[in-house]
């Protein structure tokens, strides 16, 4: 408990309140074990730095500072961020000809949802320095591609649900057919909006976003990740095949998201690893947290069938690793996220602070 010892007293309690109340922190993380995430990195580096996690108290002790931070109104950030996305993607689709396939991209791109990927796309913009309008046509591609990507997971030859985002999925409403076009059109229309819309950022930069948003979504990315996952269905899956899914199917394109938001920011190749790293640990995070829900919540408390992993024996982090480590390992992303963090100034950085703890802390 060495490192909550050291960060507890401090004036801001966020990380210690995320580390107390979700996740006990057993082991005392190193300067060697933080630095790691600096590197360009695969995911399993993750899994492996948990279980290398020795460490001494002291290393730790001279970066209590860096996690001071700012008062912060982190829901009114997300619900100003999210007015600003909406109206954006509104503008990016306007109906037109051919009706049927317009409706239906905007039936499911407007159809809500949290908008994490485009926040966290204009917040990592923030971090480097550069104004939220720099990003916003990549902040908008990303969720268009996160939005084909949910069109294209509801189909019947995928996962065949009925629901998404609390309404119809989108071959429910417009049929298979054109649901398949939808996607397709949101993917393409992705890359355009970022080619076409993008202002004052220099080409070699767009270009760079341009190729991080075709290598998430690609047979490298989330494509990799839906196969993958699809072959496993029904056999036993190691750790290093969980984090290989989680990290191509969830993680690759919140990286992407962060990452663009960095290049479109001006940031530069350190910042934008730094940031990389960041969110290779919050997209672990949320599958972490994600297993650990669903066996220590009731179905009501999370709004959907709690204990459905157990129910079909699907390969999740408390089951592979244990419950008790499982809440370790979360503890130490959520460390590693922080520590990404604390080389940006701590004002410019509270949001992603915020999100990090957001992630760590959900109860549903
Ligand atoms: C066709 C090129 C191509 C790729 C599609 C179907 C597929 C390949 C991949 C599946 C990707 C997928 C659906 C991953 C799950 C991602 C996830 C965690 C979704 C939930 O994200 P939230 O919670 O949802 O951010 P909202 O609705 O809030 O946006």
Excluded at 250 to 261: D, Q, S
Excluded at 316 to 334: D, H, I, N, W
Aim: overall charge neutral.
């Amino acid at each position: 408990m060495a490192f909550l010892a050291t960060i507890s007293g401090h004036e801001n309690l966020l990380l210690s309140n995320t580390l107390n109340n979700n996740f006990t922190f057993s082991g005392k993380p190193s300067r060697q074990s933080y630095r790691f995430l600096n590197k360009k990195i695969q995911t399993s580096n993750v899994a492996n730095s948990f279980r290398a996690f020795q460490v001494k108290e002291q290393e730790i002790s001279s970066k209590k500072e860096k996690f001071i931070l700012p008062k912060f109104d982190f829901q009114e950030y997300m619900e100003m961020k999210a007015i600003k996305v909406n109206k954006a993607l509104d503008d990016a689709i306007p109906m037109q000809e051919p009706i049927k396939v317009h409706e239906a991209m905007r039936y499911s791109l407007l159809a809500g949802g949290k908008r994490i990927r485009p926040i966290l796309c204009m917040a990592a913009c923030e971090v480097v320095g550069g104004d939220e309008s720099l990003a916003i046509p990549a902040a908008c591609a990303v969720e268009m591609i996160h939005t084909m990507s949910l069109i294209h997971d509801d189909l019947p030859c995928m996962d065949n649900d009925d629901l998404r985002r609390g309404k119809p999925t989108n071959h429910k409403v417009f049929g298979e057919n054109t649901a398949v076009l939808a996607g397709d059109a949101l993917l393409s229309l992705a890359f355009e909006h970022v080619a076409t819309k993008t202002r004052n950022v220099t080409p070699q930069r767009v270009v760079q976003a341009i190729g991080e948003l075709g290598s998430a979504v690609g047979s490298g990315g989330l494509v990799a990740g839906q196969i993958v996952d699809l072959a496993s269905e029904g056999k036993q899956v190691s750790l290093t095949e969980l984090e290989y899914i989680h990290h191509h199917k969830t993680g690759k394109l919140l990286e992407a998201a962060v990452v663009c938001g960095a290049i479109m920011g001006g940031g530069n190749e350190v910042d934008v690893e730094r940031m990389r790293s960041y969110a290779r640990c919050i997209g672990l995070l949320f599958q972490v947290v994600d297993d650990i829900l669903d066996v220590t919540k009731s179905s009501d408390e999370l709004g959907k069938t709690a204990g459905k992993d157990l129910m079909t024996d699907k390969a999740t982090y408390p089951k592979l690793m244990g419950l008790e480590k499982a809440r370790q390992f979360a503890g130490e992303l959520v460390a590693k996220a922080m520590d990404e963090l604390s080389y940006f100034d701590a004002a410019k950085a509270a949001p992603l602070y915020h999100f990090a703890n957001y992630i760590a802390r959900r109860q549903n």
